[in-house]
């Protein structure tokens, strides 16, 4: 069964700094481009990074380039978001998602998510 | 960016009424459209892949249609269970969510 289950996340002070992480199971992890999606409290999904699979090709939405930072070590299943500079803006539930596009017929995965509080 | 916006934002339907969902992207997305069902508190769930595909496991009553730029998905036969909020999203380029449409019934 494949899984994919995210942590990390906390109440932080606007300026500060979290590490989000994500643990996969029951596929192989290092074949697959992995995602991020974030969802604010009330609003829409909003796509925010994608890593190919040798992490050769990262991809950011405007609204966090330069900010955050996407990685993954295919050896621990594991894909991670380092965000930095955070403002209230940021505060929502990230998501770890294995899109399957056009390609879904292999599946389509997210995890439950992890909350960031961001908030003084 | 290739950006997609959603109508309506919100519709309210009876149970058994046919219910249709529009998205519109802001250049051809070809073939790379997608359709995701969010339920509260919920991680959304994919629906419909490569415009009409059906994914494993999704009642025949959800139906996608559209090429280019312009996609529709349509629940035939609305039941209480369908009550949520729906994303289009393309993956042509990097991916782009639709604002969604929320779904109610009378």
């Known amino acids: 069964e494949v899984q994919l289950v995210e942590s990390g996340g906390d109440l932080v002070q606007p300026g500060g700094a979290l590490r989000l992480s994500c643990i996969a199971s029951?596929?192989?992890?290092?074949?697959?481009?992995m995602n991020w999606v974030r969802q604010a409290p009330g609003k829409g999904l909003e796509w925010i990074s994608s890593i190919t699979t040798s992490s050769l090709t990262i991809y950011y939405a405007d609204s966090v380039k330069g900010r955050f930072t996407v990685s993954r070590d295919n050896d621990k299943m594991s894909l991670y978001l380092q965000v930095n500079s955070l403002r209230g803006d940021d505060t929502a539930i990230y998501y770890c998602a294995r899109l399957g596009g056009i390609g879904a017929r292999r599946g389509d995965y997210w995890g439950p998510g992890t909350l960031v509080t961001v908030s003084s | 960016d290739i950006q997609m916006t959603q109508s309506p934002p919100s519709l309210s339907a009876s149970v058994g009424d046919r219910v249709t969902f529009s998205c519109r992207a802001s250049?051809?997305?070809?073939?790379?459209v997608s359709w995701y069902q969010q339920k509260p508190g919920r991680a959304p769930q994919l629906l419909i892949y490569?415009?009409?595909t059906l994914h494993s496991g999704v009642p025949s009553r959800f139906s996608g249609s559209g090429s280019g730029t312009e996609f529709t998905l349509t629940i035939t036969s609305l039941q209480p269970e369908d009550v949520a909020t729906y994303y289009c999203l393309q993956t042509y380029s990097t991916p782009f969510f639709g604002p969604g449409s929320k779904l109610e019934i009378k």
């Open positions: 490569a415009v009409s």
């Open positions: 250049q051809s997305v070809s073939g790379h």
């Open positions: 029951g596929f192989n992890f290092s074949d697959f481009t």
